[in-house]
């Protein structure tokens, strides 16, 4: 009898680690409640969306992924409490992308906890958090990001914004954390050195995801006589911002990381900002690129929503492509195939994960939303209105240097 309850009180340990070797669990670490979780749930749904592709096709290595969502409520502290949950969990790979902040506290803490559990690693790969010190100052073995990072971003903005006639008097506002803080002072820099006639008439930053009313912020960009805005906004303090900015009647340009955020093409719309809202990124929408274009329609088919995420469709596809390389789940295993891996992504071209600080190159896109032609098809949240592309910027010239100097195992 004794002999019979000591076995049966392990069965459901034992039961969990044998369904764990039979999926490969990645944990999903951003906001599912408070003001982030408009696009937390997004990413969510995209890379169960993804998770569904990879099964549909055998898995990884013939086991299914399941996505295991867990809320950090965009809070770095939350965060680790998630990570070490998921850890605990059998989980061995963590994605996460709303927020630099919870990215560098994320970064440390797996780097620590893989120094001190040798033989149990855990990798993180990074799909949106852009802070470029990650790539950089803070660079880890253990962390891979597929977002273009801060200063590359700027860089490709910049470069088109030289030759923008039309900007003169420029205003910032950002959130105030890492990120914003990086979009404030790339763009001063890179402004001084490619376009130093251009006036900044404003340098704002607002707590993150806290302001509900930005009727005061406009005033600010309206009263400062600015004729273009730079900012890094995203989720709802892009949509909230844009808001104020229609019922103010506020006129500029604006050149932005995330207006295609949820929200977003629907404030430019109700702001009557035809094609003076512009967007940089790793892919959009109307490219006209075959794949994507099956892709886009078929996971507008599941949810109402656009792709707003292609670096994660390159995230999950390269794991895949890199285990199978590996022919190995392992971790340690995992992140040498994907060093320096060349990759076809999304809305086509080559991509590569540079060997040297984990940073994913790519070709990028400089688009406007607006009214739409028979070239554009697609249309963002009902809108009517659609991406249009007005620059691409092929890989090797979004490549920036790095001061990453990578302690690997």
């Known amino acids: 009898m004794r002999h019979w309850m000591l076995v049966a009180a392990f069965l459901p340990i034992f039961g969990g680690a044998a369904f764990a070797q039979e999926t490969v669990k990645i944990g999903y670490i951003d906001p599912l409640s408070g003001g982030g979780a408009s696009v937390g749930e997004v990413g969510l749904k995209t890379f169960q969306f993804l998770a569904d592709e990879l099964n549909a096709k055998g898995g ?16 770095p502290q939350e965060s680790l409490i998630q990570a070490q949950k998921a850890i605990d969990a059998g989980v061995r790979y963590i994605t996460q992308g ?24 855990v990798l993180y790969f990074n799909y949106a958090a852009v802070d470029p010190i990650l790539t950089n100052e803070k660079c880890s073995y253990w962390h891979f990001r597929w977002d273009a990072n801060s200063d590359i971003k700027m860089e490709a903005l910049t470069n088109y914004m030289k ?66 805005v730079i900012t890094g906004n995203w989720g709802q303090d892009f949509a909230l ?50 794949p994507a274009d099956t892709f886009e329609k078929a996971i507008r088919a599941k949810y109402d929503f656009s792709l707003f995420y292609p670096r994660a469709v390159n995230e999950m596809r390269m794991f895949a492509a890199a285990a199978e390389k590996a022919k190995s789940l392992d971790p340690v295993k995992v992140a040498a195939a994907l060093e320096g891996m060349e990759f076809e992504v ?29 070239k554009e098809p697609f249309d963002e949240e009902k809108t009517g209105w659609g991406w249009k592309l007005a620059a691409k910027i092929e ?4 490549v920036l240097p790095t001061t990453c100097k990578m302690d690997r195992p």
């Open 98 to 121: 709303n927020g630099s902040s919870v990215a560098g506290a994320l970064t440390d803490f797996i780097t620590k906890y893989n120094e001190r559990n040798p033989g149990k690693e």
């Open 60 to 75: 990884i290595l013939g086991k299914k992924v399941e996505i295991v969502p867990l809320d950090n409520k965009t809070n």
């Open 241 to 290: 911002l844009l808001k104020a900015a229609a019922d103010a009647g506020l006129k500029v340009n604006w050149y932005t990381y995330y207006a295609g955020g949820t929200g977003g093409p629907t404030a430019v719309k109700q702001a009557n900002l035809n094609h003076q809202v512009f967007v940089i990124g790793e892919g959009i929408p109307n490219l006209g690129y075959a």
């Open 346 to 374: 999304y809305d086509g071209g080559k991509g590569n994960m540079r060997k040297d600080d984990h940073q994913f190159f790519q070709p990028m896109y400089i688009a406007s939303f607006g009214e739409r032609t028979e």
């Open 163 to 228: 030759s923008a006639s039309s900007v003169k008097k420029l205003y910032l506002i950002n959130q105030d954390y890492s990120f914003g803080e990086s979009v404030r002072k790339s763009a001063r820099s890179m402004l001084k050195a490619k376009r130093p006639d251009i006036e900044i008439v404003g340098d704002e930053v607002h707590p993150l995801l806290k302001i509900t009313d930005f009727a005061p912020y406009i005033a600010k960009i309206k009263a400062s006589g600015a004729d273009s």
């Open 395 to 398: 890989t090797d010239q979004t």
